[in-house]
């Protein structure tokens, strides 16, 4: 799964990586939210849509729970399986019409080591940003009077990247990032980009990092919380 991730990147970095035409300085020079380096469920991150053939990043709440949930006063769900969020009576209609990506440089997992949660830190190993296909139930220029969200959809790791966690965000590389975000796109066609385009686990690298990290708080964030823990003794 992903608990937590990091987005340190600007909106033009991110809209270059993913190949957006940024040359028009003053388009990209406002908006920016401040660099995230220890996002928790709750707090609201960047999500990209695609609007008439252009990216638009949008700061909304990382989590989507039902009218109902939010009355019972239930936790909102962060992530959706991706054998389900098709099929599935709950995410179906945000997999349909609500494909996000949610950029970053990087997600933690946590193994459990002398009855303490120890996190690490995934990246890709060629430093590129990742693109993590996610849903939402948020539409742009509508009056919406429910609560909305978005989650990130999951995949099955094949055992865990060195056993952190048996599952994992699924992560495009641009042109499907691309694809995943087109409404044109039919459902069959991010059905099965979801499914088999993730990039494999060997095009990341991890490492602990100081427990620090387990402490959600939105002052808890520092570029520190990144690095390797041997770096912290």
Partial sequence: MCGRFEQSGTHKYYARALGADVSNDQEWTG?????????????????IMLHNHRLEFISHTWGYRTPEEAAAKKKPWI?????KALT?????????EGRVIIPGGGWFEWTLENGK???????????????????????????????VGFV???????????DIHDRRPVVLEPEDAWRWLDV?????????IAQSRSLPSDAFTWWKVDRA???ADPFNNSKELLAPLDEHV
Avoid at 79 to 83: F, G, K, T
Avoid at 88 to 96: A, E, L, T, V
Avoid at 184 to 192: D, K, L, M
């Fill in 31 to 47: 908006g920016d939210h401040m660099a995230l380096y220890n996002i928790a469920p709750g707090r609201c991150p960047s999500m």
């Fill in 79 to 83: 992530n959706a399986r991706v054998e």
């Fill in 88 to 96: 599935g009576r709950y995410f179906r209609h945000m997999f349909r």
């Fill in 117 to 147: 949660k120890q996190p690490w830190y995934i990246k890709r190993k060629d430093d590129e940003p990742i693109f993590m296909a996610g849903i939402t139930n948020f539409r742009l220029y509508t009056q919406q009077n429910v609560e």
């Fill in 152 to 162: 990130i959809v999951t995949e099955d790791s094949s055992g865990g990247m060195v």
């Fill in 184 to 192: 044109n796109t039919p459902v069959e066609e991010a059905a099965h």
């Fill in 213 to 215: 990290v387990n402490r």
